[in-house]
DNA sequence: TCCTGACATTCCAATAGTGACAGGTCGAAA
DNA sequence: TTTCGACCTGTCACTATTGGAATGTCAGGA
């Protein structure tokens, strides 16, 4: 149900089509809640049917320009105080867990491609730092602190990784 | 996709039912890789289509053991070696991006809830720690390595979150 | 004027995950 | 001997996510 408060979250800052706010996970928020076109069309339809947001221009091109509603920023106020974060899934972690099933080389490459995704991950980071208008109201702020979490996570799975390879067993099996 | 591979990987160390996958989930994967009953015994039905596994053996209550074949073996190491990790998604840090949408009061004590989040999955990995026999094979030796970065994790994430709780405009808006 | 590329929406089929329900069996303790 | 808790399998309906295809419109450059 995060996809829906996404939204809402974007739409909290500025009414847009959903040709924007495409745009904008893209942007933004591809490193923290991907999300595809069918996925926001299909969202912005219930969102409506729901009264979160309204349609408040039509443009060219029949773009529908959706702006929140005061029920879509209770909703969206809610979602971020009161409601637990969902239980999450870990995709390398679960790979880590069954490693013993490989030969420890092919093991320490694992590591090492780990690594390397991390080095990337840090280098897209910089660059959106670097390319990003930081004077641009609140998003910037928060959109900081989202960021200085990738750069810390980055950090300690690198280091993470190193350490981890000089736990596994020596030699080949 | 992954879910399947998290059976293979728990069957790859010894034969088990569904019932015996469901409490390993809840053990030792609760952290990693959440999943249902109705997952598990549908995939279990999914799998043995496919020829990934077998049922091995047959017990009292209707109990069906299913063991890992070759083919399974193979892919769940194409999963492990091969495959693309997932994006990750997170909850979180779509939360903290659109904490400008709350009054600074709020989006601490936000923060604050992370920090103890943070305390209480540390103590629960300790608690792991604490009860899990580490001499027991390859699962308890990555089993180390994901809960070693696990507690990383939780080291990090308080960090940055008693950081980030600096950088918040001070008073209430 | 024509063409192209960005703008813009909608529909579809398939897989993955959640939560609840339903049903049944065995062992051992009271 | 009854009954209770652990054991064990399955189904259903719903929501979320993925990925792709189809369709059309407008603005500006060649």
Redesign the interface.
Known sequence: M?LR??ML?LL?EEPASGYDLLRRFEV??A????ATQSQVYGELAKLSADGHVTVSAEGPRGRKEYAITEAG?EE??H???EER??????????????????SPA?ARA?LERGVQ?MDALEEGLRAVERDTDWND???A??????L???L??AA??R??AE??AT???SGDR
């Not at 702020?141 to 989202?146: E, H, Q, S, T």
Request: charged share 25%; proline share 5%.
């Open positions: 995060s408060h996404a979250g909290a933004s928020l490193n923290v809640w991907p920023r969206l106020r979602w971020l105080l974060p969902r239980r999450r899934r870990d995709d390398l972690m679960l790979r880590v867990f069954f490693l013993g099933t490989v092919e694992f995704r109201g609140d998003l702020v928060n959109g900081r602190l989202v200085e979490w990738g810390r996570f300690m799975h280091e993470w350490w981890a736990q596994l067993p």
